[in-house]
């Protein structure tokens, strides 16, 4: 029975890391972002976030693999969007959390940004 439950712990632990993981670049963030408020074909999404192309379509690809976001047909062209209004939640929610802890995360030399 304990090694069940410690199963499940692992589990869910390597999931959450997981789905960390999926937010944790900064091109995936900034294509995230863009997303928040309407659903943005890949051109759209470039200007928004000055990023390459082959990047974006790169993160895209990333992104609809692991659900976070969500695709659909207009036209010649496919929108993409958040796929959960929990993601930005989450997104808002992070923003409300640097609030507090930005000093230790500013000073924080094991996680260097990109």
């Known amino acids: ?9 692992s589990a869910t632990i390597e999931r959450r ?6 937010f944790a670049d900064p091109s995936r963030l900034a294509i995230l972002g863009a997303l928040c408020n309407e659903p943005l ?13 082959p990047n ?12 976070l976001v969500a695709s659909d047909r207009d036209g010649r062209f496919i ?3 958040i796929s959960s209004p ?13 609030e507090v802890v930005s000093e230790g995360v500013d000073a924080c030399n094991n996680y260097r940004g990109a």
């Open 86 to 98: 929990r993601i930005t939640v989450l997104l808002s929610d992070v923003d409300a959390l640097l």
């Open 41 to 53: 074909a890949v051109h759209e999404i470039v200007e928004r976030t000055e990023l390459s192309q």
């Open 17 to 22: 890391a997981k789905l960390f993981r999926g």
């Open 79 to 81: 929108r993409y969007r």
């Open 56 to 67: 974006v379509s790169n993160h895209l690809r990333c992104l609809l693999d692991c659900g």
């Open 1 to 9: 029975m304990v090694q069940i439950v410690d199963d499940r712990k």
